[in-house]
């Protein structure tokens, strides 16, 4: 039990940090888009997508989260 704990612990750890990370970057693209210098379409284009991947990525993390969390309930 106590290793199933540390284990979940470290996941947790993990997924807060890559979050953070997920987030920080989430927030300096819109920002970009938002305020910076967009010089073109098809950078804002990209920027665009950059956000809906990392939209994505964090959708997958928490699913995996759930999925961990269901796990160590059974």
């Not at 979050?19 to 098809?42: A, M, N, Q, W």
């Not at 990209?46 to 961990?68: G, N, Y």
């Amino acid at each position: 039990l106590r290793q199933r704990v540390k284990n979940f612990m470290m996941t947790l750890y993990i997924y807060e940090k890559l979050l953070r990370i997920i987030r920080d970057r989430k927030e300096s693209v819109t920002d970009t888009i938002c305020h910076g210098p967009v010089s073109t379409f098809e950078s804002f284009k990209e920027l665009r997508a950059k956000l809906v991947e990392l939209d994505f990525i964090e959708q997958e993390l928490k699913h995996l989260l759930e999925s961990e969390e269901k796990d160590d309930r059974t």
